[in-house]
């Protein structure tokens, strides 16, 4: 199984291109309050050199159907990530206005999964496991307790992929895909020297601990 990486939090062209360089299978610009929110025009210029390279990932918080189609059409995504403990009712929702990818966040508060991921497991094309800070949507740079959440994580129910994110950086990556063994890890302020402005020598730091853990 080969693990895949998805820079999120981009603001800067340079960033999405640096990590479609390392292979990164999606890039991601964030919606959702933020210090790295991106307005449509900003998010469309950060992506347009990586189309075709790498996939593209909008974050949401919580919103309208229509602002979501709307958003996703005009930036051209092919990812819509969902925040803000979504539904299953709107995962579904959002399907017949969006031909891509609907990602749905798990926040983890007591080091296991709630209750109500299970019905996302099944509706999502994948979940994204995130600390659960009061108050903050996501990309706190906070961990939560992986072999916890493992024990409760039945591969054999889960249809949708799983996605790791929550306090990732070069130095802890690799224990967490050994623990988890994620489809995907997804890493925004582990990587960065300032909200948004990505560090290219822990991008490469962080690639690289992955393609070590990462084929197993």
């Not at 990590?19 to 959702?32: N, R, T």
């Not at 309050?33 to 025009?41: G, K, L, N, T």
């Not at 189309?51 to 059409?73: D, K, M, N, Q, Y």
């Not at 798990?106 to 094309?125: F, K, S, Y």
């Amino acid at each position: 199984m080969t693990v895949e990486i998805k820079f999120c939090g981009l603001t800067r062209a340079e960033d999405a291109e640096y990590a479609a360089s390392l292979g990164a299978a999606y890039v991601g610009v964030i919606f959702a309050d933020s210090p790295r929110r991106v307005a449509p025009a900003a998010a469309s210029a950060v992506l347009a050199g990586v189309r075709g390279r790498a996939r593209t990932v909008g974050v949401f918080g919580p919103a309208t159907v229509e602002t979501i189609a709307t958003l996703a059409s005009d930036v051209g995504l092919d990812v819509v990530q969902l925040h803000g403990d979504p539904s299953p009712g709107i995962v579904e929702r959002v399907r017949p206005f969006f031909d891509g990818e609907v990602w749905a966040a798990v926040r983890i508060a007591a080091g296991e999964l709630p209750t109500e991921a299970a019905a996302l497991l099944g509706v999502a094309d994948a979940i994204v496991l995130d600390a659960k800070i009061p108050g903050q949507l996501g990309g706190t740079g906070q961990a939560f307790d992986w072999e916890a959440v493992e024990r409760t994580l039945d591969r054999r129910q889960v249809r949708a992929r799983v996605v790791l994110a929550g306090g990732l950086n070069p130095e802890n990556v690799g224990h967490a895909v050994r623990v988890v063994a994620p489809d995907v890890v997804d890493v925004s302020s582990g990587v960065e020297s300032a909200p948004g402005i990505k560090d290219h020598a822990r991008m490469r730091a962080f690639s690289d601990a992955v393609r070590r853990r990462g084929e197993f």
